[in-house]
């Protein structure tokens, strides 16, 4: 079995920092892209970023020139750097990865919120 454990979550003022972190651990054999979420109340779940195990990035334009993700391929763990956050970056961020294990699929985290004050 696949876990994926976020952290780094948190209350902080509007032009902050925050850095999520989402390790995965179990029987995996490879991961492909991993990425982040987010979901804010009463909206949809929405592309935040992601990257592939190249190192290939994408980004909402909506975080681009704020956010930065990065992975550490030995951790098995996916990073994402939040810089000058804005209140409209308040919701529950979601860590995602396309895992082999003796199957291929996604896996998603529990979730960790972000409140950004005004």
């Known amino acids: 079995q696949v876990q994926l454990v976020e952290s780094g979550g948190g209350l902080v003022q509007a032009g902050g920092s925050l850095r999520l972190s989402c390790a995965a651990s179990?029987?995996?054999?490879?991961?492909?892209?991993m990425g982040w979420y987010r979901q804010a109340p009463g909206k949809q779940r929405e592309l935040v970023a992601t990257?592939?195990?190249?190192?290939?990035?994408n980004y909402a334009d909506s975080v681009k020139g704020r956010f930065t993700i990065s992975r550490d391929n030995a951790k098995n763990t996916v990073y994402l750097q939040m810089d000058s956050l804005k209140p409209e970056d308040t919701a529950v961020y979601y860590c995602?990865?396309?895992?082999?294990?003796?199957?291929?699929?996604?896996?998603w985290g529990q979730g960790t919120p972000v409140t950004v004050s005004s």
């Open positions: 179990g029987s995996i054999i490879s991961i492909n892209d």
């Open positions: 995602n990865a396309h895992i082999w294990t003796y199957t291929y699929r996604a896996y």
């Open positions: 990257v592939i195990s190249g190192g290939n990035t």
